[in-house]
Each structure stands twice: as structure tokens, then as C-alpha cells.
């Protein structure tokens, strides 16, 4: 799991090439998100299907345009906004996300279940630099529609504090509001590593050897698990 600490760019592309081949699209409009009926535990179970080659699942891509006003301002406050939240919660570093942040990039993932077209989400994968440094960067992907946050990686220049990840998994998923099984091959606490959705979910909480990285990791593809 040592990608999670690469430089940002190169940990982007990293990111990306967990989600499968995808199809990019550029929008120019400010995107309209419409309500899905899905609970956090089946979007999540959708992702990843999706992510383990379901034939069922599809997921278009939408690059933001960088530089556009309509739509960016409100993404990146919810994005802030749910990240405090999380903070308050324990679940991120009290760092100043309010200081100079710049964000960097901006996609809009549809998640379809084309045997069931109801079942659909949307995400957004962001990413932005904070601090006067302008060397703290933050990965987020928030679910489009309720903002909750699924997964963040976090870069500073200073040592964050050790965290209990055992306590971290604890109150995430109390946050996101599903839990995890009681017993599946991919439950593992001694490596932070926890299931949902019967082992259909996999997430990892981390904490970088030089405690300048932390992060809530959802893993999607099964052949990581085998080569840790």
C-alpha cells in the first residue's frame, strides 16, 4: 500500500487506475446531481462492483474544466465544509483548510447499474493544495448528492499527530452509517483493514511511517488484498 504516499500527481494517476477504463467527458455547465434511492452501503457496493469488473456496471467520467465559475464554488465549500465535519468527528486532521486553498481538479464519476438504471450514483473525486506552503494536498471523493465523504488522503508538510486507527474505524463507520462484518476473509483490524456489505466493501485506514500522510481508503479490487 506504499502508492498512497507518492508524490500527489503520481498518486492521482495511481487513484485512477483503481477505477477501472473509463469513458471522459468535459462538461462546461454547471452539472445538475439528481436524487438517487440508494443507501450509502449499496453506492458503495456499486463502486466497487464496478471496480471488479462487474459487466452489469458502467461509469462515466466528467472532467471539470479548471477556471470555470458555475458549479466549482459550490463543490469545493461542500468538500471544505464536509471535511470540518469530519474533523469536528475525529476523522480528520485539525489543519486550516481555509488558508489559501486552491483546488486542482475536479471529476464527476456516474455510477450505473445498467440491469437496474435506478441504481446509480455520483461522485465526486476532488483534488486541492492548502496552507501558504502550497505543499498540503488533499484527494476526496464525495458523494455528490449528500456530500459525505467515502475516502481523502491527506499531505502536509508537518508531522500530523498518531492516530487510533482501530478508534478511526470505529467512528467512520459511524459516520457513513453502515458496519462492518463481523467475519470476512478481507476483516483484518491488525492491518486496519475492514469490510461491509458482506466483504463486498473493503477499507483501509493508514497513517504514513513519517506521520505527514493519513487517510480513509477504499479498496476496490480484490487482487490488492491478495498481495498484501
Known sequence: MASVFLPPA???LK?????????????????VVSASSMNVEDKLILISSYNRDAENVIMVNQQQNLGLQSGEQDVALSAVKELENMREKGLFPDIPLDN???????????????????????????SFSFGSSGKNV??????????MIY????WTDESLPVYDLKAVASKFVQYIGIQWDEKSPYTQSEMNLYSAGNGEILYQFFQAKDNQGFGIQMITNKKIIDKM
Open 15 to 31: 487513484d485512477r487506475s483503481l477505477f477501472g477504463k473509463i469513458n471522459t467527458q468535459f462538461i462546461d455547465e454547471k452539472t
Open 138 to 147: 488533499c484527494n476526496v471523493l464525495m458523494d455528490a448528492e449528500t456530500h
Open 10 to 12: 503520481v498518486s492521482q
Open 151 to 154: 475516502q481523502f488522503y491527506v
Open 100 to 126: 489559501g486553498s486552491k483546488f486542482l481538479d475536479y471529476t464527476l464519476m456516474t455510477y450505473t447499474d445498467i440491469s437496474k438504471p435506478g441504481n446509480s450514483c455520483r461522485i465526486w473525486s476532488l
